[in-house]
């Protein structure tokens, strides 16, 4: 289950110069150098493929970019594409892991099936995860079914916690969700894609006595994407996700509530070069239980305007240099449990960045996402900062 958060007034302009050109050039070189070095055998040219590592390195909601790591959101996805094999490392702390196949094979009358496993473990302990996903191209539409399985559990002598880390977290329940999709062609360049999720969230917790009240959770997604011109498509997108972990006995509610509402401008730039241009209203809502109250504590926060930019561009045939920011003004309140304590009204911003590249070998894609930490401290070898070049590789094996 993915977290879903992050629009009139600002806008960002991106002006690389000659001279900013070559600098950029050369950060690119430097960058793909990192991932030749680890051995991966002779480059040559092929066509830009997508992954999780290039959605991260965009540094832009991933609904509003077509990848097929989106068959999450929505399951029509993977029709588009047939077949690959795909491996992700994360954060490895959080051992945010992944490998799965897309497939039909030489004969797509069944459809395309994506299995995935999913590592997204805790210094606690680890969450099994499985993705299961199917999706048929017919004569004018789409159709997508999926499900998501996530469990984990800890009995010491009679005394059960599942999962192990508690259910202090949205995304610390054991879970099993279905989606359904569906993708309608509307002439030969513009979709409608939609996609609803509904989730089955489940803990029990022995040593707080406390277990989930099998409450409602669910998201809805649809976007568009409408081909205005020959080089540019707009992509609208509407999602709203409601998450329940209100648990049995509660005088009060413990949920998750999000709502995207957003526009993007995909534009081909300098014969294939993608830049996507963006605003977007976002809004979030949490209410928690309060221990020793029987009210809850309720937050929600308008990020409005939410504007964003990125661009993927060619540095040679082998490789691809990918940058992106998201840049919120935010209004947020706090409504403290019990009625006793006034609210609070912040408004504060806040700015996502993104920087990654992607190298390109025969069949074989290897994506990056830089971290900007490492970037600035010049890591523990000019520092004393550990950072870590990178933030997630992706490989991708397409056959």
Excluded: C
């Amino acid at each position: 289950m993915s977290k879903i958060g992050s629009l009139i007034g600002l806008s960002i302009q991106f002006g690389i110069n000659n001279q900013k050109g070559g600098i950029m050039r050369r950060t690119m070189i430097l960058m793909g150098g990192i991932v030749l070095a680890l051995g991966l055998g002779a480059i040559s040219p092929t066509l830009l493929h997508a992954s999780d590592a290039r959605t991260d390195a965009l540094g832009i909601q991933r609904e509003y970019l077509e990848d097929y790591i989106l068959f999450r959101s929505f399951p029509t996805v993977i029709a588009r594409y047939e077949n690959l094999v795909t491996a992700s490392l994360g954060d490895r702390n959080a051992r945010d892991r992944s490998v799965g196949v897309i497939g039909s094979g030489r004969n797509s009358d069944y459809g395309t099936f994506a299995i995935y496993l999913n590592d997204l473990g805790n210094d606690a302990g680890q969450d099994a995860q499985l993705d299961l996903t199917w999706a048929k191209q017919f004569s004018g539409a789409a159709l997508g079914l999926g499900l998501n399985w996530t469990s984990s559990s800890m009995q010491t002598g009679e005394i059960v916690v599942t999962p192990i880390g508690g259910h202090t977290a949205a995304l610390e329940a054991n879970q099993l969700a279905f989606i359904g999709g569906i993708k309608l062609d509307m002439g030969s360049d513009d979709q409608f894609e939609a996609a609803i999720e509904v989730a089955s969230l489940s803990w029990e917790d022995d040593i707080r006595r406390s277990e989930n009240d099998n409450g409602a959770s669910y998201r809805v997604s649809a976007r568009m994407m409408n081909q205005v011109s020959p080089k540019t498509t707009l992509v609208p997108l509407a999602q709203y996700s409601h998450v329940d972990l209100t648990a049995q006995g509660d005088a009060d509610e413990t949920n998750f509530n999000t709502l995207n509402l957003g526009v993007a401008a995909h534009h081909e730039v300098n014969s294939g070069d993608l830049l996507v241009m963006g605003i977007a209203a976002n809004y979030f809502t949490t209410k928690r239980l309060s221990d020793g109250s029987d009210t809850s504590n309720e937050f929600s926060r308008w990020d409005l305007p939410a504007l964003f930019v990125a661009l993927e561009f060619s540095v040679y045939d082998w490789l691809t240099g990918r940058v992106g920011a998201t840049k919120t003004i935010d209004v947020s309140t706090s409504d403290p449990a019990g009625g006793t304590d006034d609210e609070t009204d912040t408004t504060n911003s806040r700015f996502f960045f993104g920087l990654g590249m992607g190298i390109h070998f025969d069949h074989f894609d290897v994506d990056a996402t830089v971290n900007p930490d490492a970037i600035f401290t010049g890591g523990y070898l000019f520092s004393g900062e550990s950072s870590r070049p990178l933030a997630r590789v992706t490989g991708t094996y397409f056959f």
